[in-house]
């Protein structure tokens, strides 16, 4: 079937042309499964120059971070093997771990909500994959090898000496980076002064750290040296995801094919209303700019990044022609199919609304999780003994100081109120930042005043200037009395 048959067929009810003819196939496969290879021209335009940006912003935040304290402590660190986790300066510990499984929540329903709205523009703008790929390798490739057309000649002609050196140059380039890249990734989970002292001290001094290291710096090349952009079309779930989450009203990448068809080559000084033509000038410049190998003129599709090189490709030929640009915009398929522009309707509102709700209820779980934590438990197999007329029971203490300044805290029962405390050393508990410590105490109660044989109490530890930082219930036990 050719092209002008499918522009028939559309009759101006939608975008798919016959959609068994490219939704069960991908961009980057050929029809025997074998890999085709996607040589994407460089991209240019506005669209580009605010990705570039905002991805020179998150490159220096990844490689910014690991170096930067509040308080002493890590702004992110994700220790898994010691347990110990910064985030923001904050230290988290297995006890926050609710903290942490609620955030993962709040922030899968964030993202929910965000591509019912917008789409995939966090593949597009935000993702690493996308990030490291298209502003970092990509980039390092265009400079070796040059554009789309030069890269497609390169790979056709045999292994001579330009191909060879070009070649190894760009693997050498994507090694470095890789193990560049990977370093920086360890210094999330032990921290930059560990990676340097690791590579300081060699190999042979850390054998597990450095046989670790290879490995993930050889996946890391693996992904952006031949995988690349299978990473979103064949494995991430959130392109997945994406296709149960968007409907008509999701703001995505969309080619205007009311405006489009018939689509059809420019001839100069043609009225192409008049004999029937569209704004599409069949150029295919949107096609070999796309990094996913679609033609987003097909519709929507599984592979589509929102990345906007298509966007700033069908502009720069409008502008050539002579007509409007955004013929490929951000759009709805609403906007797309009735012809009237998308407004911030109370729908975008009411998801901004609960967005920004959902921040705030995950800022607020973080910050007020509390400064410490206090268990008094008896110690196995301990029981009660009386001396002077008064019932005395054993706990053991433990302090968890979550805060980044020293404590100091005494022990003081709240409930009930005629009880004293007896310390194994100072009444006056020193409690490190970021430290457990670890006592015993004995606590009494006169015996005429004990009225059950085990008995609830609560007991609090207070700071320096008075406030109640935690506490913790527990039960007292005495001798059994008979109750009349």
Not at 249 to 269: A, C, H, L, P, Q
């Amino acid at each position: 079937m050719s092209k002008i048959e499918e522009t028939e067929l559309r009759g101006g009810q939608g975008q798919v042309l016959d959609p068994e003819t490219y939704r069960d196939s991908i961009g980057t496969m050929e029809q025997s499964g074998k890999r085709k290879w996607v040589f994407p021209k460089k991209p240019k335009g506005r669209y580009t120059n605010y990705r570039n940006i905002v991805a020179y912003i998150l490159l220096t935040f990844y490689f910014a971070v690991p170096f930067i304290t509040i308080n002493e402590n890590p702004f992110l660190q994700f220790d898994l093997i010691n347990r110990q986790f910064y985030i923001i300066g904050l230290p988290f510990y297995p006890q926050d771990f609710y903290l942490l499984t609620l955030g993962a929540i709040v922030s899968l329903i964030c993202i929910i909500i965000f591509t019912i709205a917008f789409g995939r523009i966090f593949c597009g703008w935000i993702c690493p994959q996308t990030i490291f790929l298209e502003n970092v390798f990509r980039k390092i490739e265009y400079a070796i090898e040059g554009d789309r057309n030069r890269q497609m000649k390169l790979d056709r002609q045999e292994w001579n000496t330009e191909k060879i050196w070009k070649r190894g140059l760009k693997w050498t380039v994507y090694v470095i980076l890789s193990l560049i890249f990977t370093h920086f990734m360890f210094m999330y989970v032990v921290g930059y002064k560990e990676v340097i002292r690791i590579v300081s001290e060699g190999p042979f001094a850390h054998p597990t750290n450095f046989i670790a290291m290879i490995l993930l710096s050889a996946a890391f090349y693996f992904v952006f040296a031949w995988f690349r952009e299978q990473v979103c079309t064949l494995v991430c779930p959130y392109g997945r995801l994406q296709g149960v989450l968007i409907d008509k009203e999701t703001i995505n990448v969309f080619y205007d094919f009311n405006r489009g068809e018939n689509r059809s080559k420019w001839r100069k000084g043609e009225d192409r209303k008049a004999a029937g033509k569209g704004d599409c000038i069949d150029c295919y410049q949107c096609v070999v700019v796309c990094p996913t190998g679609i033609d987003i003129r097909d519709g929507q599709q599984l592979e589509c990044v929102n990345c906007t090189a298509c966007i700033d490709a069908c502009d720069e030929v409008m502008d050539k022609v002579g007509l409007p640009r955004g013929l490929v915009r951000y759009a709805t398929e609403t906007e797309i199919e009735t012809r009237k522009p998308t407004r911030f309707t109370t729908r975008m509102a009411s998801f901004l609304v609960i967005l920004i709700g959902l921040q705030f209820l995950l800022g607020f779980m973080l910050y007020n999780r509390g400064e410490m934590e206090v268990k008094f438990i008896k110690p196995a197999g301990s029981t009660f003994f009386v001396r002077d007329s008064k019932i005395t029971n054993t706990y053991n203490y433990t302090f968890l100081n979550k805060s980044n300044k020293k404590k100091t805290v005494t022990i003081k029962i709240i409930e009930p109120k005629n009880g004293d405390i007896t310390y194994s050393a100072s009444s006056k508990i020193i409690v490190q930042r970021d430290q457990i410590t670890k006592g015993s105490i004995n606590i009494s109660f006169p015996e005429n005043e004990m009225e059950l044989s085990k008995q609830n109490i609560s007991i609090g530890v207070y700071g320096e200037d008075g406030s109640l930082l935690d506490s913790y219930q527990t039960y007292f036990e005495g001798p059994f009395k008979l109750q009349f």
